[in-house]
């Protein structure tokens, strides 16, 4: 007789992860899943320990989605054996301990679902990003991912399924944490739900020693083999309870598993005596224990058997060594390189607000009516100026008053004004009129209230991120004046300061038709490195800096861990680093008049080549046809291709650019 088996399917982020997470992670993360089998008329999850309920009964609601796996002949008592023989390896304190995207409620399921039908949950589940736990994001969802993974202890209350307005108060302290150092206690991060009290900030939890978890324990062949696939390095220890030489090493291998896993390299214990070990142990020829197999790219690359760890420590580290070799860069002494602050610039200078007002609004009264702009329009954007943004944007630079936020509900509401009026001007006033209004924005986006609304605001479809409206208007635009694009690109270098806009800047995924933000800002950025205007190139210059510093500091992070499997994801990516190095180098190459630029350029091609991963495939040969190492060793002296009279005069900018010239460009 055959039986019906479904999966059920729940968000625990109950949608905002979807929403939210390209914006916080830098990764579109459609949902926080968490799964449960159904068959034999009664739903089975791993939560706080294996917990069984009636279908659709259990403390997460309704599923999202109910998916068919197909049909079993495995009857109810032997599935309840095979259940209770689980019970020995979903324990409760694995839960606690082991939370993460590699051993929870989806690899129960996983294995349940193996044992069952011989098939494998869907790949879209199993391949949630291992990473999205230790963003900014994951941590403060945490807690609430903790409580719905597990069951209510007897006579409690069940939980609530996750409520939107505790999930807008949550994100708000993400914002804020995600915006860095800088960031204020009012950040705000507005979300569909209606408008909570800003939460307290508090320290976040070192994800890494909570979450995750280095050691994977392996109970069936598809399970195994889907870690094999999701990973490009993993050592298996086939191990079995009766086996006295495993529990001398097996220590070992748990502490270089807790030194050494990571996002590409997996640890996997595989007990032959629970469940289906044995059959993976068949599968891959393992007749004794202790045995360890070591895969790279899901192909074996050697076996070792006993107990001998110091044989085991090696082939551990050749194993990572093939998978990540590490960069080129990495063994060589780069001192000036390493000194780069990785601090974005930015250009804080506070205008005389009231003069910029008058200005703007000079421009406004000069506008005819018409259909397109009527007094109703002008009306409107001088009440928005002259009682909200200006007001607001003294207070937030009065040092006295800097210290207090303001309230959501102002912040939120001050954004979507400011926001349509920058739409109405936009489209009323010419080019050249445009920079007072660019340039209260600039000084905006000093506030991490308002940078975190319009990072927040590509994600809501009521509103108009007015950077990225900004942005295309200049990159589009023919022949712009010289102070809109001047205001534009330091504007621009100023969204760096917050890290949730920052990528949405350099977004790279395209929709439709529309060039991806990132695209748009390297059409704007390039011509500007060869403007004839001195200040149009150092603020272009800055924004170069600010994009390759964006870049260095998740590879810096990487090196800094020991762990090259958590090098940051960067596929496809080598063709536009070509792009931004040709731009930099031709606007070095152009450069001889200002020496802060050619600092600053040199700076920034220092981050693109120092870490990258495309060094040795795209960009060094690159580097030689367009003579690089020449081209920087010339601005060490002066003439028609130097910088100045006499040269680069700055001591720190001359060990700078010996040092990128002769290790960086050879």
């Known amino acids: 007789m055959a039986f019906p088996v479904k999966l059920y ?136 991912i903790d409580n719905m993974y597990r069951r209510p202890a007897p006579g409690a209350v069940s939980p609530q399924p996750y409520n939107q307005p505790m999930a807008s108060s949550l994100l708000q302290s993400v914002a804020a944490q995600a915006a860095g150092p800088s960031a204020s206690s009012g950040g705000y991060l507005p979300t569909p739900a209606a408008s909570p009290t800003p939460p307290s900030r508090s320290a976040p939890q070192p994800a890494a020693a909570t979450v995750a978890a280095p050691l994977q324990l392996c109970s069936n062949l598809q399970h195994f083999r889907s870690i094999l696939s999701s990973r490009r390095a993993v050592a298996a220890f086939f191990t079995s309870r009766t086996c006295p030489p495993c529990k001398v090493v097996e220590p070992v291998f748990e502490n270089l598993a807790s030194d050494k896993s990571s996002k590409g390299v997996a640890f996997v214990k595989i007990d032959l005596s629970a469940m289906l070990g044995g059959e993976v142990a068949s599968a891959y020829g393992v007749r004794a224990t202790p045995t360890f197999l070591f895969f790279l790219d899901g192909q074996k690359l050697h076996e070792l058997r006993g107990t001998d760890v110091t044989e085991l420590r090696s082939q551990i580290d050749l194993l990572i060594f093939q998978a990540f070799p590490p960069h080129p860069h990495t063994s060589q002494n780069l001192p000036a390189t390493r000194a780069i602050s990785l601090q974005p610039i930015l250009f804080t200078q506070v205008p005389a607000l009231d003069i910029v007002q008058s200005k703007l609004v000079s421009f406004v009264d000069a506008v005819p009516s018409s259909t397109s702009f009527g007094e109703a329009d002008r009306t409107r954007v001088k009440k928005v100026l002259s009682g909200s943004v200006i007001p607001f944007l003294k207070t937030r630079n009065d040092m006295k008053l800097k210290a207090t936020a303001p309230s959501v509900d102002m912040t939120k509401k001050l954004c979507e004004d400011w926001a349509g009026v920058t739409s109405i001007l936009m489209k009323a006033l010419p080019q050249s009129q445009l920079f007072p209004l660019v340039d209260l924005w600039r000084v905006g986006l000093l506030d991490n209230s308002i940078s975190s609304w319009c990072a927040s605001a590509s994600v809501n479809t009521n509103a108009v991120n007015p950077v990225l409206q900004l942005l295309d208007y200049a990159a589009t635009s023919t022949s712009l004046p010289k102070p809109t694009l001047l205001t534009t690109l330091r504007l621009l270098s100023n969204s760096f300061e917050n890290i949730a806009l920052a990528r949405t800047l ?69 063709d536009w680093e070509v792009e931004v190095v040709s731009a930099i180098v031709e606007a070095l190459r152009m450069e001889t008049a200002s020496e802060d630029v050619v600092h600053r350029l040199t700076a920034a091609l220092a981050f693109v080549l120092h870490l990258s991963p495309f060094y040795e495939t795209q960009l060094k040969p690159l580097l030689e046809v367009l003579q690089v190492h020449d081209v920087l060793r010339a601005k060490l002296a002066g003439g028609s291709e130097g910088c100045g009279v006499k040269g680069v005069s700055k001591k720190e900018v001359k060990v700078l650019i010996e040092e990128v010239a002769g290790k960086l460009c050879r």
């Open 9 to 144: 399917v729940y968000d625990l982020s109950n949608g905002l992860a979807k929403q939210l997470s390209l914006q916080l992670t830098g990764k579109q993360i459609d949902g926080i899943w968490h799964t449960s089998v159904v068959v034999h008329g009664k739903e089975v999850f791993y939560g706080q320990g294996i917990s069984t309920t009636k279908p659709g009964q259990s403390h997460h609601g309704k599923p999202l989605q109910v998916v068919d796996m197909g049909e079993t002949a495995i009857d109810e008592d032997t599935f309840n054996d095979y259940l209770q023989e689980m019970n020995d390896v979903y324990t409760v304190d694995k839960t606690i301990t082991h939370l993460s995207t590699d051993f929870n409620c989806n690899s129960f399921t996983d294995d349940c679902i193996g044992f069952l039908t011989g098939e494998s949950i869907p790949s879209w589940i199993k391949d949630l990003p291992t990473d999205f736990l230790s963003t900014p994001f994951g941590t403060a969802l945490r807690p609430t």
């Open 506 to 574: 350099l977004n790279a995924a395209v929709s439709g038709s529309t060039s991806s933000p990132r695209q748009t800002l390297t059409l704007l950025l390039v011509p500007s490195l060869l403007h004839e205007d001195a200040g149009v190139r150092t603020a272009a210059a800055s924004l170069a800096f600010n994009v390759a510093a964006h870049y260095q500091k998740p590879r810096v992070d990487a090196l800094k861990n020991g762990r090259g499997g958590d090098r940051p994801n960067e596929e496809g990516e080598g």
